[in-house]
T-cell receptor, first 115, second 111 residues
Framework: GAVVSQHPSRVICKSGTSVKIECRSL??????MFWYRQFPKQSLMLMAT?????????EQGVEKDKFLINHASLTLSTLTVTSAHPEDSSFYIC???????????FGEGSWLTVV | GQQLNQSPQSMFIQEGEDVSMNCTSS?????WLWYKQDPGEGPVLLIA?????ELTSNGRLTAQFGITRKDSFLNISASIPSDVGIYFC???????????FGEGTQLTVNP
């Protein structure tokens, strides 16, 4: 079945640095990818919708200059957390949908810890 | 953003018992999805529902798409310890569009 893979699964970075998280669709082409953020014991909150070849659409309250999203190919979207702060520490999850498909598949998630 | 109303928030049951959880919305969704999330992992799709009134099973899991398209429930029969986790409902308005998630139901199964 379809698989969405995220990398890295865990990352620790220092405050003020930037960190990139990759989301890949392994056996299908994903025209749309979604990036979520999840705090402990809470639901997934959509950050942005990423469409291949165009600018991402950010949810209200999400800083587009801080959370840079690039969807340069049909199998890869990246989320870059710039100038990271400890409050950016969270579980980031991507999902992807096939070009003509109904189902949304989720990645395994990436734990970000900013120290 | 908008979230679905999911209940209960948490459940503590004995192994072998049946479990039921549901989601309601003030607006219509054309697809309802149920996911399970284990700690530190991404959600895994359990059941997808595409038609109002649809009742779908996946092993010990049964889910229904409410006739009004504003609600859905998930039943787990004869629970086992590995059913432990957080269950999320999600609604989708159009194919390929964003998901709206419920707040989750934390399930604990005591052996």
């Amino acid at each position: 079945g379809a698989v969405v893979s995220q990398h890295p699964s865990r990352v620790i970075c220092k405050s003020g640095t930037s960190v990139k998280i990759e989301c890949r669709s392994l056996d299908f082409q994903a025209t749309t990818m979604f990036w979520y953020r999840q705090f402990p014991k809470q639901s997934l909150m959509l950050m942005a919708t990423s469409n291949e070849g165009s600018k991402a659409t950010y949810e209200q309250g999400v800083e587009k200059d801080k959370f840079l999203i690039n969807h340069a190919s049909l199998t890869l979207s990246t989320l870059t957390v710039t100038s990271a702060h400890p409050e950016d520490s969270s579980f980031y999850i991507c999902s992807a949908t096939e070009a003509l498909g109904n189902t949304i598949y989720f990645g395994e998630g990436s734990w970000l810890t900013v120290v | 953003g908008q979230q679905l109303n999911q209940s209960p928030q948490s459940m503590f049951i004995q192994e072998g018992e049946d479990v039921s959880m549901n989601c309601t919305s003030s607006s219509i969704f054309n697809t309802w999805l149920w996911y399970k999330q284990d700690p530190g992992e991404g959600p895994v799709l359990l059941i997808a529902l595409y038609k109002a009134g649809e009742l779908t099973s996946n092993g010990r899991l049964t889910a229904q798409f409410g006739i009004t398209r504003k609600d859905s429930f998930l039943n787990i029969s004869a629970s086992i310890p590995s059913d432990v986790g957080i269950y999320f409902c999600a609604g989708q308005r159009a194919s390929g569009s964003r998901l709206t998630f419920g707040e989750g139901t934390q399930l604990t199964v005591n052996p």
